[in-house]
């Protein structure tokens, strides 16, 4: 007598999970970060220039004490700040009256470049309690985030939402899981066979 183990469809489901890519928080620890404010690195000022326009101030070296209101770059026309934490925290800062910011474009790319221990895997909201409409927040690449605030509605003058940037990390599947995923579609695919034959025995 033959005996046919059928895995669960959930059962089979969960094995298959456990190697999908998920994401942790990351480390920024030693970054150096490259911002631009609509596609031009002359909008975007860095902390290690001291905010001035020179060349190459869209370039700073994140803040390795993560000081309060210590922002890594401002924008060139001083709307938004940016504050980058070592673990992968990021708070957008509005420096003037909602009622004094002009409808337009309000696009920023900042890029790890080489100096990620870690691949970028998700860029999410955090506390939005200073906002009334969402930013648009994208993962460009593994060392690359964008952040859309055009359409962005602000509470008040110096108003805030947070971030936070997670690592890319692949799951360990448990031992056996991988075995167990094939042997639970072996199982389906024999009883399907089994069903569906006249006369099978049931």
């Known amino acids: 007598m033959k005996t046919t183990i059928i895995l669960e ?11 999908q890519v998920g994401a942790a928080p990351i480390s920024l620890q030693g970054s150096t970060i490259t911002g631009t404010y609509n596609d031009s690195a002359d909008g975007m000022l860095g902390l290690d220039h001291l905010f001035e326009a020179v060349p190459g101030s869209n370039t700073t070296a994140i803040d390795p004490d993560d000081q309060l209101f ?28 909602p009622a004094d910011l002009p409808a ?30 969402l930013p648009a927040l994208s993962v460009v690449n593994d060392h690359t ?10 509470n008040s003058e110096y108003s805030q939402f947070s971030t936070q940037i997670g690592a890319a990390t692949a799951a360990v599947p448990e031992p056996g899981s991988i075995g ?21 025995q049931r």
């Open 70 to 97: 210590n922002n890594e770059f401002l924008t060139g026309d001083y709307r938004f700040a940016f504050d980058f934490t070592t673990t992968g925290q990021l708070v957008v800062t509005l420096n003037l009256d």
């Open 180 to 200: 167990l995923a094939l042997a639970g579609m072996a199982g389906l695919a024999l009883t399907r066979r089994r069903s569906g034959t006249p006369g099978a």
């Open 9 to 19: 469809p959930l059962v089979l489901a969960a094995a298959l999970t456990a190697t």
């Open 145 to 154: 985030i964008a952040i859309d605030l055009s359409s962005v509605t602000w």
């Open 104 to 133: 337009g474009d309000y696009r920023m790319r900042f890029d790890f470049g080489t100096s990620l221990s870690q691949r970028i895997g998700s860029f999410t909201l955090l506390d939005t309690s200073g906002i009334g409409s």
